[in-house]
């Protein structure tokens, strides 16, 4: 069985030599590109991989990459180190809606203050993951607020 989408779950691992920048003149357009991920889930009855396919721009990573969003923490403090950024607070992929949008694991350089419902802009270091057992596609780490 082949299962054919764009991921739920934009998140990233290894930058190579070579990344460009990306930087926030435009959100919308950095979630969009985050978006055109697509993803291919082959089950047979002997084995599963998750084929991931990346648009040109990010294939080998971006060194730096500016994006903005909601802090989704992924543990409880005032002060968080890693999270999930999303472009809306209406796409939460921990709200149990499957219809959430795409999604980013993030990694500060230096803890971030969390204040819930207060949007941010980022800048870090933004990685594919290529592993093939997992829905997730991206990362951004060692990232900075702006």
Sequence with gaps: MTKSTVSILALTAPLTVGATFVLADDNAAQWDLLSQIKVDEIITDTS????KVFPSAIENGVEQFDISGYLVPLNEGAVISDFILISDMGF?????SPEHGTSLQVSMAD???FEEGKRVTLRGALETVTDPETWQTTRLSNAHAL
């Design 48 to 51: 599963y991989e998750v084929r």
């Design 92 to 96: 939460c992929p921990f709200c149990g």
């Design 111 to 113: 803890p971030i203050a």
